[in-house]
């Protein structure tokens, strides 16, 4: 009969590896369940952790995606509510206007009328140098000036009005690789560029205020309340369309946000998946190699304390 | 027919409590040496003395010496995977150091930086003026800085500490082949088998010990001292009774290297060689590979992210205007080339002095408004730029492999650790169950001395009690 030679210390070795084991083992596990995360290290999986650095990274940029969002946003509020203001002054204006075009109106109330309107322009200036923060928010990347002045000889004079603004114009990232503006032009509505058919909304209000205080109600005249009836009517419907295009850059980015802010909750839950441990399984596996562990400290007592014949020495 | 009177009863009865006494030392030293790693059991050899006379009877017992049980086949496969061993085992430790080092659990390492960095100048692309958003700027760009500059210090300092382990290593190597050299010595002298036997019991614990620091060839020449070299060459560490000494030559450059030289005295040859190249394994082997080339990769690594970092950012920013119209000014202090970049990355002066002076507009901010943001959204699209590894990845992705890859390598040397060790416990078991100590057996042979001694005495008691009865004729 051959039997293998087995030295006294092979088991006593063989125990403290497989202790060894097990205990690290149970060290991982703990560490899982306590820290609630599957990878604590990049070791524990390489792959997931340039995943989760990819996705962090996109996170934090997402964030600041909806910061520049949320700037503009506020931006364009505050340019529609101008627009929209403008709009309604106009129309006061065009009230005045058919008012003042009524040919029994004797002169001093005209008068009356042409001090409102005045007052109109001087309310369109004020709205075209709205100041927010600090920054002219319709200056073009002219900030930190008034962008529109009225000319000293107003309403007569044309033009009317002058921009010393900027045409070049703010705009954020708002998506990777995708722009928005944050600031509106008006000056081509406002002012004029200086093109034949242009009617901007100064010339037209010093129009009206000029028809006004001479009296002039002769419709043929161009330069008659009638005509700068007309011309009003024309910025209205410029206004509109400038509003219908606001609302669209509102819109769009609105539809940004909502998606990014998807985005944003399916990384988290991707960055979950991927970092977090579930919490019942490693618990088990936690249970099972406790369990494991304890069998082999019992099994190392048992065969470590068997008698040896050196107990029968006497 | 004579056989030997009384007399010779008592030389037979004094021979067998000699030869047992002597077993029983043997048995007992095997008792005395169960958990001394390395030990090979021994074993007393005993035969009968030839009869003096010319009759039948024997004459006597005597012993023949002392042999041990080795199989030098799994000695040899022992040390060659124990040094394999030691090279993983040694380099786990800078391995999970490093990963450690560059993961970030929470928000405060290099990868968080560069994103905060870029965005900050998306930030400032808002309202370029703004001074509250400048300094946000500012202070996001010597965040960053500070990242490189302190994980580039702590690299470096790794890298330190283990030249100096290596140096306690070399020290350690140096103390093994000078034993070994000075038991080949004795051995040489030693006309005893038994002292032979136990100065090699002793050396063969002492060559295990050198196996875990470094990888080695050996071979025992004619006059049974041990002969070792560094594996996979012909370079000797001990030759007969000379050890080789090695030193150690630390370069601190950028990207410089730890050097191993070796000088032995005696023979043919007694010059200083570079064995650098040919410390392969065992735990020098794997020290010496994390110190010359782990951890210099990864400072290079580092080094080159901050390079390109503070070379693409001023790109951008010296073509753009500060809001006082002045144009072609850094953001980063310049730097000449990529070594020690990360340790040298700062904000530049000018910035750090006037925060006027970050260039976010395109044009003098006089002529185009101080609202121009298109320099701060240029460098906010430079985060998505394939600017490192000549156009294959944007920084923070060339900063998450730098972390994946320390992960799978620390991963790779975990797993070989692990594999190495059950190969190693494997190895070492079948060992132990040719040379290792069983204490049932010793217990067993123990016993069987101690009958014969106590025979021997018997037969040594008889042999007075004759004689008595003769004496008293």
Known sequence: ?314 | MSVGGIGSLFGRALDGLRTSSSAMNVTSNNIANVNTPGYARQIFIQGTRASSGNGLLGGGVVALGVTSFIDPFVERQLVNERSELGTYDGRRLIASNIENLLYEKDKEGVGSAITAFFNSWSELSQDASSGALRSNVRENGRLLADRLNSTHTQLLNMRRNLSGSIGTRVTTVNSLTEQIASINDSIRSASDETAKLELKSERNVVLQKLADEVGINYFEAADETLTIQLVGTGLPLVRSNSSAVLSVSDDLSVGGTLTINSTIAGGSSSSTVDVTSYVSSGALGGSLHDRNVTLNDSIDDLNQLAYNLVTEVNAIHSTGYGLDGVDGRNFFAPLAGSDNAAALIAVDAGILNDLDNIAAAEEDPAISGVGDNRIAKQLVDLSNALTMEGGSSTFSQYYSTMVSDAGISAGQINQRVAAQEILVSKLQQQRDNVSGVNLDEEAADLLKYQRAFEGSARVMSVANDMLDTLLQL
């Open chain 1, 1 to 314: 009969m051959t039997f293998f030679r087995v030295s006294s210390n092979t088991a006593f070795s063989n125990f403290r590896s497989l202790l060894g084991r097990q205990n690290q083992e149970l060290l991982r596990l703990s560490e899982q369940v306590s820290s609630g995360k599957r990878i604590n290290r990049p070791s524990d999986d390489p792959n997931a952790v340039n995943i989760l650095k990819g996705l962090k990274n996109s996170q934090s940029k997402i964030d600041q995606y909806l910061r520049n969002i949320q700037v503009a946003d506020r931006s364009w509020q505050q340019i529609e509510s101008s627009i929209r203001d403008s709009h309604a002054l106009i129309v006061r204006a065009k009230e005045l206007a058919l008012q003042g075009n009524n040919g029994t109106l004797g002169d001093p109330e005209r008068e009356a009328l042409a001090v409102e309107v005045s007052e109109l322009s001087k309310q369109l200036l004020s709205i075209s140098n709205t100041n927010i923060n600090g920054e002219y928010i319709f200056g073009g990347f002219k900030t930190d000036a008034k962008p529109v002045a009225l000319d000293p000889a107003f309403p007569n004079a044309t033009p009317a009005a002058t921009y010393s603004g900027s045409n070049q114009f703010k705009s954020l990232e708002i998506e990777e690789g995708s722009q928005i503006e944050i600031q509106e032009r008006i000056d081509d509505l406002f002012v004029g560029t200086g093109a034949p058919d242009d009617q901007p909304l100064f010339q037209s209000m010093a129009k009206l205020e000029a028809a006004l205080r001479s009296n002039n109600v002769d419709d043929d005249d161009p330069n008659s309340v009638g005509q700068a009836m007309e011309d009003l009517d024309a910025g209205l419907r410029a206004l509109q369309q400038r509003m219908a295009e606001i609302g669209g850059k509102s819109n769009r980015i609105w539809n940004t946000r909502d998606r990014l802010e998807n985005q944003k909750v399916l990384n988290d839950e991707f960055i979950e998946q991927l970092e977090s441990v579930d919490a019942a399984e490693a618990i088990f596996e936690m249970n099972r190699a406790q369990i494991a562990l304890q069998a082999t400290v019992s099994a190392a007592g048992a065969v470590l304390n068997q008698p040896s014949l050196m107990d029968f020495i006497r």
